[in-house]
């Protein structure tokens, strides 16, 4: 049968589904291959769809699985900047806090050391390669590790170093405190030698919280460079103290002015005194022991009483160390008025009550000793130096000579009375001048070998005392005579003779001058005792504070020797000290 006719091809195979097909084929008088091939399409478009919908499964799983990445992507990215900016505010934060714990020191010589800031300040480490000083500055605790030293710190932290070391500071909690975030440090270095060392780590304004240990080998040569660059305490302000301290002490009339002041929590008072000076240091308290360091890291005195005298011919640093509380003072005049070391250690004594030192460089001994005389009221022209192992006889023209000692004298005391020396050559003595000196004396002072001496003539108001034949009493007259000018000297009182006075059998009458406002007076004569102060009041002696009496311009003041003079007018010279005003 043809195809139309609905007919099968003999040999086809026919099975349930092929008999269903062509059953409906029939009925509907379709060619029963037409209701196969429409099954066929079914089919395929069954599996087609089947097909697109595992591939949409797929695609949807794959976009999940790309959605998640980028959304992982995007967290990390998120929270690394998160991380970042958060780690970047830390960082600024903890600049912010440190930045003004750091400051003053920057000003005062110090940098900081690359990575300590910028990165997150909670560590730094370094190779230290020569001699230097640190501030670790923390804002709460740190800990330090230099040279075989650990040290725990808080706030700022000081300490030096004189050679190669390894530096590591960290950021800590505070000591005891609880935990306020993150602590961070910052570690600032310097020059050892233009900070000063540990030595000068007290005198920075402000200083560190705390000093460690480290860095004493070095320490005087640091201390030195610091002072060479001109550094000192130094101050014109007279402390309140003073005047009740040392009532006496002819600031004005000496040219004593304040040059340098150590507040109580300062070890010492650096003072960088004017050439030719002498100087004086005063403490406050006088329980205080003083020093005196010199340059090269030198005592040349150690825990003396509360004050202390130096006198340099050049313009040097000197450092007044202290023990004991209080403030330190240290006063400067001229050397000239003050007599070198032997008149500063007069004046020191005399107006603190108490014994101490005063020294000089050895290089200015001979100076120190001219300086003695010239205060003493002996000319310059007449005064000058000699070697002090050069002598093996006294000179004729030698009647007085100063000495200035490096250290102490040493040895036995000199008791010969046929010279006399003010004060007495005692082994602790440090300075003298000596009238009437004999070869015994040279001889002596030449085994010491130890100092400076300058001879001299003696004034010309002194002739009439030494014109009588030499015995103690006169030498001894003349050697306090020319001590109460060293006194005066530093006191503003210059020596005169009769003018504007008139002398009389039991005394004189004196006239007040202009630009003057006191006089001291004293006789003179060939004999026995030598010497009859005026007053006009109670009596006074050589060995005794001078009467000084008050006298204005156009006044007259009336003064006799008591007891009277052993001398007439005709045989005895009268020295009138005058005090410019």
């Not at 800990?143 to 390894?166: D, I, N, Q, S």
């Not at 570690?187 to 860095?215: E, K, T, Y």
Request: neutral net charge; glycine residues 12%.
């Amino acid at each position: 049968m043809s195809p139309s006719g609905g007919s099968i091809p003999a040999g086809a195979p026919v099975d349930g589904l092929d008999e269903v097909e062509r059953a409906l084929s029939l009925m509907q008088g379709r060619d029963p291959k037409y209701e196969r091939a429409r099954r066929e399409t079914r089919e395929a478009a069954d599996r087609r769809a089947q097909e697109v919908e595992l591939e949409a499964i797929r695609d949807r799983r794959k976009n999940i699985v790309r959605t998640g990445a980028g959304v992982a992507i995007i967290i990390v990215t998120v929270g690394a900047g998160a991380y970042t900016f958060i780690r970047q505010r830390s960082v600024k934060r903890l600049e912010r806090a440190l930045d003004p714990i750091a400051a003053p020191f920057l000003s005062q010589g110090f940098v900081a050391v690359p990575g300590s800031f910028g990165t997150f300040p909670t560590s730094v480490e370094l190779e230290s390669e020569s001699p230097e000083c640190f501030i670790v500055a923390a804002t709460a605790g740190s800990h330090v590790e230099h040279g075989g030293v650990v040290a725990e710190g808080e706030g700022t932290f000081g300490f030096c170093t004189c050679g190669p070391e390894v530096v590591v500071a960290k950021a800590a909690p505070k000591p005891g405190g609880a935990a306020q975030g993150t602590p961070g440090v910052r570690l600032l270095r310097g020059d050892g030698r233009r900070i000063g060392g540990i030595r000068a780590l007290p005198f920075m304004a402000p200083m560190p919280a705390s000093v460690g240990a480290g860095g004493t080998e070095c320490a005087e040569d640091q201390f030195d460079g610091w002072l060479e660059s001109g550094r000192s305490t130094a101050s014109t302000k007279e402390p309140t103290w003073l005047a009740a301290r040392a009532p006496s002490l002819p600031r004005s009339a000496a040219g004593l002015h304040v040059i340098a002041l150590a507040e109580p929590k300062l070890p010492a008072a650096v003072a960088i005194g004017p050439a030719s000076s002498c100087f004086l240091a005063i403490a406050e308290r006088p329980d205080a022991k003083l020093g005196l360091r010199w340059k090269g890291g030198e005592r040349v005195i150690e825990g003396v009483g509360s004050w202390l005298g130096w006198c340099s011919q050049e313009a040097r640093s000197a450092t007044v160390l202290r023990e004991g509380g209080g403030e330190v003072v240290v006063l400067a005049g001229p050397a000239d008025s003050l007599g070198g070391v032997l008149g500063i250690a007069e004046v020191g004594a005399r107006t603190l009550k108490v014994e101490s030192r005063a020294w000089a460089p050895h290089a200015d001994l001979e100076w120190s000793a001219q300086r003695s005389l010239t205060a003493s009221g002996i000319l310059p022209g007449a005064v000058s130096t000699v070697a002090m192992d050069s002598f093996s006889k006294a000179k004729p023209s030698t009647r007085v000579v100063a000495l200035s000692v490096d250290g102490a004298l040493g040895g036995a005391a000199f008791d010969d009375d046929r010279f006399f020396c003010m004060p007495p050559l005692d082994p602790k003595a440090h300075g003298a001048v000596c009238t009437e000196p004999t070869h015994d004396f040279f001889v002596r002072i030449a085994k010491v070998n130890k100092g400076g001496l300058a001879e001299g003539t003696l004034p010309l108001w002194l002739e009439t005392v030494a014109s009588a034949p030499k015995t103690p009493g006169s030498a001894v007259a003349e050697g306090k005579m020319l001590a109460l000018v060293r006194r005066l000297t530093s006191e503003g009182f210059v020596p005169t003779f009769l003018e504007a006075a008139t002398e009389h059998e039991f005394g004189l009458e004196v006239f007040g001058r202009k630009g003057e406002d006191a006089v001291v007076a004293v006789g003179l004569s060939n004999r026995p005792p030598f010497a009859f102060p005026y007053t006009n009041d109670a009596s006074w002696t050589l060995d005794e504070a001078p009467r000084v009496i008050p006298l204005e311009e156009g006044h007259v003041v009336s003064l006799v020797a008591k007891p009277p003079p052993t001398a007439n007018v005709s045989e005895r010279r009268t020295v009138i000290f005058r005090r410019k005003m």
